[in-house]
């Protein structure tokens, strides 16, 4: 029996590659308007969002390698949108070649800081994720429209030795506000 996080696994994967598929679609058609010469494939840069782990983006990297492109699955450290910015922007420093930056809920926020300056990202994904204005935080976003249901899911924040939080949705809440299109586990 597949469990919650194959299915969301499986969802992430398949909104995950229609986005794709239509950035790609454009990056070769301005490729080859650009040039006869044979073409690199960008490196595919996945960034997962809060509540997730790199883990999470498999049957995308499974379907992306298929499709030879070079893929990474950034370990989003979540420590807060600044300092994941900057550690996805020295991923993306280290690759040679163009760059897709892909990001997931709270990686969106992540990628559009991380690619500031950087002249080898070619596009922006989002899948599902914080697409934030200049000066609009996650925060802001998670609170901006009716309905957003975030804020009443989180546990207290755990206080962490450096000064910093962190924040986890509360265990009765989770299916509901991380996996709400997939069908919740058997009761045991």
């Not at 029996?1 to 794709?20: D, E, I, P």
């Not at 690199?40 to 999470?56: D, I, Q, W």
């Not at 000066?135 to 957003?148: Q, W």
């Not at 991380?178 to 045991?188: D, K, S």
Request: net charge positive; charged share 15%; glycine share 8%.
């Amino acid at each position: 029996m597949k469990t919650l996080r194959h299915r969301f696994t499986r969802a992430v994967a398949a909104v995950g590659l229609m986005a794709l598929a239509g950035a790609f679609a454009t990056l070769n058609a301005s490729a080859q308007t650009a040039s006869t010469a044979p073409q690199t494939k960008p490196t595919v840069v996945l960034v997962h969002g809060a509540f997730a782990e790199s883990s999470s983006w498999d049957g995308v990297i499974r379907k992306l390698e298929a499709q030879h492109y070079p893929v990474i699955a950034a370990a989003n450290p979540l420590r807060g949108v600044k300092s994941d910015a900057a550690y996805v922007a020295s991923v993306v420093d280290a690759v040679k070649g163009p760059v897709v930056l892909v990001g997931h809920s709270y990686g969106g926020s992540v990628i559009s800081s991380a690619a500031t300056g950087k002249s080898n990202v070619k596009a922006l994904v989002f899948v599902a994720a914080f697409a934030p204005e200049a000066g609009e935080s996650a925060a802001d976003l998670a609170g901006k429209f009716p309905g957003s249901t975030l804020g009443p899911a989180l546990a207290p924040p755990v206080a962490l030795a450096d000064g910093g939080k962190d924040l986890y949705i509360l265990k009765n809440r989770f299916h509901d506000q991380f996996a709400a299109t997939c069908q919740p586990p058997p009761r045991a």
